[in-house]
């Protein structure tokens, strides 16, 4: 039944789930069954499989849910054959509670004190002859607490009123019709206008229910939780529910009066309030739903963004008065070296600041210069440029300066992985040694961070902090498989995120690693202690050996497939270590050719391909932008102007781009093509960098809004879609419409302001130019 169900849901044959359901039951992880049993489920990705482990578990709980109901309207002797069926087909949590509705224990309501005073026939004599005279007929039935005609009129008003609200028919069509036609107003609550400014497009605001995207539910709902706006749903007119309610019940209410008043005032008493907060709910749930999707894309593309490769990196985390914080790191991450210098205000120290940088790079021999972007961050990267001028000036090899995102490193360096991994380092040095290494490998950095801190989310804070969790977790451990791991070069903390691997034994992994040295085979594996044969299983596959004992032990090939590759390697005529690589051998075999009753033509077709390109790297190729030379902040922009920048979010309205002013401009979805696009992921990902033209500035709101289509001119608002530019710079990551708060959490720095820039800064090169190039030769760089 499950199955099946999940199966239409996906459009996929019932069989491939029912396949995926049992795997995952048996514990095999959603990585190992997508890559290693495409025969079982029919080749079933790692996104449709989450989506079945999901679903699976919805549908578990609406059947326990199910069974509860089931057994407490029996307990009370009203279990129907009709209701259980009702019951056993509703296929919604809402639909359930719907039906459960009229069974459940509640407190005693004043329908239920009317009928105990027996004016149940009096609803029903005046519902069966709507031309009756209701005063006429209450006097019938006046008794105690309902001494005269009005009282006994109000209690049987009630009691129909009561059944209006538990019918579980009625009470869904009313929902299902409230969505489809209502809309959600918005106003802004009086003396808030200046204080809720950032709110400021919703200060007057009207638009239907099915219209609004996720970004604007959860600016509106953020807006009225901090007091700013005043939420309304409008439901629209009266009279088609008030129609619908008489329909289902066959009142006369062209005949009555007062079946008339009593259907209004059911509909805006009881059916209009409990059908509201029921669509305030679905709202909520489509915007969470939207925003998890944003989130979870935006992060896979953070983690999957091209590394720098294993080269020496000098990490810099700019910063003014308190200076900036130095750490060089070698090939592998290992920290080498630190320093704190001060070249910005109000020190001003800059000479020796490029003295200092340049021993460091010359002493350690360093390739990269990763400049966190926070504040300070382009005086720093000056400051790094001209180090590395000066560095190939005197003949040695110019580091290569790139500003690197720095959302959640302060996070990163007070954890207590930090303190773990540096138990005598400054927390703030910390940060830079973060910064340095995120530029080599993005991913065996970043997974070392909460995925919220990583600052790629919209409204995250103001979502279902379980599903988000659950939802970010799935996406680095879809990243760090489909990557692989280095197993002899893995932080726990990577390994952890490894199929089949949990933090006791990627431990374990680390610790047996320091005690016996480098793995040069997979096998060793199954001596870590607490590696068993399940976890051997689902994790071997993705922890890589580069140059081990066995050269298939350095792909993506799983060691149960090893006797493929053999029948391979002897079909051809070749070993093992000359076919790998070899394309024009691999080239003409066919995958049926090597099948049998284990491994079928997927997951040799998957062999033949990991053969011809072993442990290949699926990430992009290393680039990084170009910052336009006199732009350090947003007075520097003007319209007309066009950029280069870096991706660094993609919201459901447009994406953000970091252009090196200190405050991310706001493409949105209507600048982004001359095509019309349904989501911004669709033309950019987080970490691309892009070609923009600045459409339009906003000094003192710090917008910047900017175009992907280079042709479009400033000024013209169907350009742009008049929604400007986001707040998302250096201090809180703003978002959403214009002034929609984005939720991705305070960034701990405050923004740029101040300090000499340019060619004219304290400490510009000219003067020391001679004597830094000869600390520099004698230093090692150039002949002297």
Same mark, same amino acid.
């Not at 199955?3 to 396949?19: D, L």
């Not at 990267?381 to 500003?403: M, N, R, S």
């Not at 993005?442 to 909460?450: G, H, M, R, T």
């Not at 793995?519 to 594996?525: D, H, V």
């Given at each position: ?719 742009? &879609?008049? !929604?400007? $530019? %986001? @707040?998302? +710079?250096? /201090? *809180? =990551? #703003? &978002?959403? !419409?214009? $002034? %929609? @708060?984005? +939720?991705? /959490? *305070? =960034? #701990?720095?405050?923004?740029? $302001? %101040?300090?000499?820039?340019? /060619? ?25």
């Amino acid at each position: 039944m499950i199955a099946a169900t999940i199966a239409k849901e996906i459009s996929v044959p019932t069989h491939q789930v029912e396949q995926a359901l049992k795997l995952l039951a048996e514990g095999n992880t959603v990585p190992f069954i997508a890559r290693y049993r495409k025969e079982a489920t029919g080749g079933l990705d790692d996104s449709q499989l989450r989506t079945i482990e999901e679903r699976a578990g919805y549908l578990r709980e609406l059947a326990e849910r199910k069974e509860t109901v089931l057994a407490a309207i029996e307990e009370q002797g009203k279990l129907t054959a009709d209701l259980r069926a009702l019951i056993q087909g509703a296929e919604t949590k809402a639909r359930l509670e719907d039906l459960y509705l009229p069974f459940k224990k509640r407190r005693k309501t004043k329908a239920d004190i009317a009928r105990e005073a027996g004016l149940e026939a009096l609803t029903d004599q005046l519902i069966e002859q709507p031309g009756i005279d209701p005063e006429a007929a209450a006097q019938e039935f006046l008794t105690a607490g309902f001494e005269d005609t009005k009282k006994a009129l109000e209690g049987a008003r009630a009691i129909l009123i009561d059944r209006f609200a538990l019918d579980a028919d009625l009470v869904g069509k009313v929902r299902e019709r409230m969505f489809a036609e209502g809309t959600m107003t918005a106003q802004v609550v009086a003396g808030k206008e200046q204080e809720g400014s950032k709110f400021k497009d919703y200060f007057d605001f009207s638009e239907p229910f099915t219209k609004l995207p996720s970004h604007r539910i959860l600016a509106l709902l953020r807006g009225e939780s901090e007091g700013v706006l005043q939420l309304g749903l409008d439901a629209g007119e009266d009279a088609e529910y008030e129609h619908l309610i008489a329909q289902r019940f066959e009142l006369d209410t062209r005949a009555s009066a007062w079946l008339a008043q009593a259907v209004h005032w059911g509909w805006r008493t009881k059916l209009y309030i409990s059908s509201g907060l029921d669509v305030r709910m679905k709202l909520k749930e489509i915007a969470e739903e939207g925003a998890l999707q944003v989130f979870a894309t935006n992060l896979r593309d953070v983690l999957l963004a091209a590394p720098a490769g294993q080269r020496a990196t000098l990490g810099l985390d700019p910063g003014y008065r308190n200076g900036v914080k130095c750490a060089v790191v070698d090939d592998t991450g290992k920290v080498l070296d630190t320093a704190v210098v001060y070249p910005h205000q109000p020190q001003n120290r800059w000479k020796e600041a490029v003295t200092t940088l340049a021993n460091l790079c010359a002493t350690h021999g360093v390739e990269l210069m990763a400049v966190g972007n926070g504040t300070a961050s382009r005086e720093s990267e000056k400051l790094a440029q001209e180090v590395a001028a000066l560095i190939a000036q005197a003949g040695g090899a110019k580091p290569t300066t790139v500003v690197v995102s720095e959302s959640g490193a302060s996070v990163y360096s007070a954890s207590q992985l930090a303190a773990d991994e540096f138990p005598d380092m400054d927390v703030s040095l910390r940060g830079a040694v973060s910064i340095a290494r995120r530029l080599q490998d993005p991913l065996a950095e970043l997974v070392k961070i909460d995925p919220k801190a990583i600052g790629v989310g919209q409204y995250q804070h103001d979502v279902n902090q379980a599903a988000l969790a659950r939802t970010l977790d799935g996406v680095v451990e879809d990243a760090v498989n489909g990557v692989g791991v280095d197993l002899n070069t893995a932080s726990a903390p990577l390994l952890e995120r490894v199929a089949g691997v949990n933090a006791t034994i990627a431990a374990n992994i680390v610790a047996y690693r320091d005690d016996n040295g480098s793995f040069s085979s997979r096998k060793q594996l199954k001596k870590v202690p607490r590696l068993g044969p399940k976890a051997f299983e689902q994790s071997a596959g993705f922890l890589r050996i580069n140059g081990g004992k066995d050269p298939l032990d350095g792909s993506a090939v799983h060691p149960e497939a090893y006797p493929v590759v053999a029948k391979i390697a002897a079909a051809t005529g070749l070993g093992v270590a000359d076919l790998i690589g070899n394309g024009r051998a691999l080239e003409g075999l066919n995958p049926a050719d090597y099948t049998d009753e284990k491994f079928g033509v997927p997951t040799v077709a998957d062999i033949i391909a990991e053969l011809e390109k072993p442990g290949r790297d699926p990430r992009p190729e290393f680039k990084t932008a170009s910052f336009t030379e006199g732009v350090e902040k947003v007075s520097d922009l003007t319209p007309g102007m066009v950029v280069e920048g870096t991706v660094t979010n993609v919201a459901a309205f447009g994406a953000f781009v970091d252009v090196g002013v200190h405050q991310d401009g706001l493409v949105h979805v209507s600048a982004m093509s001359h095509k019309f696009v349904s989501d911004p992921h669709e033309v950019v990902r987080s970490g691309q960098v892009v070609k923009v033209k600045v459409m339009e500035v906003d000094v003192e709101r710090k917008r910047i809004g900017l175009s992907l289509r280079l042709d479009d001119e400033p000024g013209k608002p169907d350009k742009t &879609g008049g !929604r400007g $530019g %986001g @707040n998302r +710079g250096g /201090g *809180n =990551r #703003g &978002g959403g !419409r214009p $002034g %929609g @708060n984005q +939720g991705s /959490g *305070n =960034r #701990g720095k405050k923004p740029a $302001g %101040g300090g000499q820039r340019g /060619g004219k800064s304290p400490g510009s090169a000219g003067p020391a130019a001679g004597s830094l190039a000869d600390a520099l030769r004698n230093a090692g760089f150039g002949r002297g």
